[in-house]
């Protein structure tokens, strides 16, 4: 009995998908268990290679559709890092501008006089004052009261 090709590739998916991989002497090995017969030699290692080829060209189309992925999400990662990078220096310039200008009202602040009311010499002056004025009115209204008619 004769396997056909389609038998073949069959059972080499099958190991494939067993085993991983599939060799020339398993290959044919499982023809005779299933089918009674091996197969030419010539004819499994040709459909072996074939189908070897046909893997390997599917797995570099997925691998490179999977790089191009890749690729693309490293450009997305680096320009978001730069965004956070620019957003961080723009925060830290504004945050050392914002300090600048407290230290520069606090610095004004210190050197300027603190007068608040008034000083203290001028109270003492205003104080004498005053008692000087409080004692004459005391003076005066006792005149006017002590004279006759008043």
Known sequence: MRVS?????????????????ASGAAVRAELARRYGARGG??????????????????????????IGELERALAEALRRAELAEHRERVHQDWAASQIDGLRTRLRAIEGSPREQGV?????????????ATRLRLAELEAGISGR???
């Open 5 to 21: 090709e389609p038998q073949i590739r069959e059972v080499i998916e099958i190991l494939r998908a067993r085993n991983g991989r």
């Open 148 to 150: 006759p008619g008043g």
């Open 119 to 131: 000083s203290h010499e001028d109270y003492l002056q205003l104080h004498r004052t005053l008692a």
């Open 41 to 66: 030699v010539t004819r499994v290692y040709r459909l072996l290679a074939a189908a070897e080829g046909a893997a390997l060209e599917a797995e570099s189309t997925k691998l490179a559709k999977r």
